[in-house]
């Protein structure tokens, strides 16, 4: 399946944030993702339902774009996700600390702490194919990213973005 997305009417286009590197946020375990291949997200994250088949996807990282394709198919299944909390106030706004203990500090309430909350959450989970047409594309810095979402002040790892001027940000011939 070829990635070219030009006059498509009814498709969308998403930017799938990939976490790299050690994360200090840890509400969560993280996901599966296998970048040219496919990506992994649950029902709990924003923007969930979105996605569909044949949308356009952006791959990006904290480092800016890493590639683009269409999304060949989605498998969703059943599933339990393993959650981190605050032993305070419940929020998942935990942070890790490398060099400070206790390791673990709340953003909402200030807590400090060793020992987070653990939680099992009942998730779909979903996981988008697209290596088909998968195109390498390093050219997009992350804040050239966050400006092509509809909703600019977006901090969520699924984003929906504005079509016309992905088209052109991107300006690849196969785009």
Request: hydrophobic residues 35%; aromatic residues 10%.
């Given at each position: 399946?070829d990635?070219?997305?030009?006059?498509?009417?009814?498709?969308?286009?998403?930017?799938?944030?990939?976490?790299?590197?050690?994360?200090?946020?840890?509400?969560?375990?993280?996901?599966?993702?296998?970048a040219?291949?496919?990506?992994?997200?649950?029902?709990?994250?924003?923007?969930?339902?979105?996605?569909?088949?044949?949308d356009?996807?952006?791959?990006?990282?904290e480092?800016?774009?890493?590639?683009?394709?269409r999304?060949?198919?989605?498998?969703?299944?059943?599933?339990?996700?393993?959650?981190?909390?605050?032993?305070n106030?419940?929020?998942?706004?935990?942070?890790?600390?490398?060099?400070?203990?206790?390791?673990?500090?709340?953003q909402?309430?200030?807590?400090?702490?060793?020992?987070?909350?653990?939680?099992?959450?009942?998730?779909?989970i979903?996981r988008?194919?697209?290596?088909k047409?998968?195109?390498?594309?390093?050219?997009?810095?992350?804040?050239?990213?966050?400006?092509?979402?509809l909703?600019?002040?977006?901090?969520?790892?699924?984003?929906?973005?504005?079509?016309?001027?992905?088209?052109?940000?991107?300006?690849?011939?196969?785009?």
């Amino acid at each position: 399946m070829d990635a070219s997305v030009s006059g498509d009417a009814g498709v969308r286009a998403w930017a799938f944030r990939l976490a790299t590197g050690p994360r200090r946020n840890i509400s969560h375990d993280g996901y599966a993702d296998d970048a040219p291949r496919s990506y992994q997200w649950d029902s709990k994250v924003a923007n969930s339902d979105g996605p569909s088949v044949g949308d356009v996807i952006v791959l990006w990282s904290e480092h800016g774009s890493l590639g683009y394709s269409r999304i060949d198919t989605i498998d969703r299944d059943n599933g339990t996700k393993t959650g981190y909390r605050c032993p305070n106030c419940h929020r998942a706004k935990i942070f890790y600390r490398a060099s400070k203990r206790p390791v673990y500090r709340c953003q909402d309430c200030k807590r400090e702490f060793n020992d987070p909350e653990v939680i099992a959450q009942e998730v779909t989970i979903y996981r988008a194919h697209y290596g088909k047409g998968w195109t390498a594309l390093s050219s997009l810095a992350p804040d050239q990213v966050r400006r092509l979402a509809l909703e600019r002040k977006s901090i969520n790892s699924i984003r929906e973005l504005d079509m016309t001027a992905l088209r052109a940000a991107v300006r690849h011939p196969r785009f």
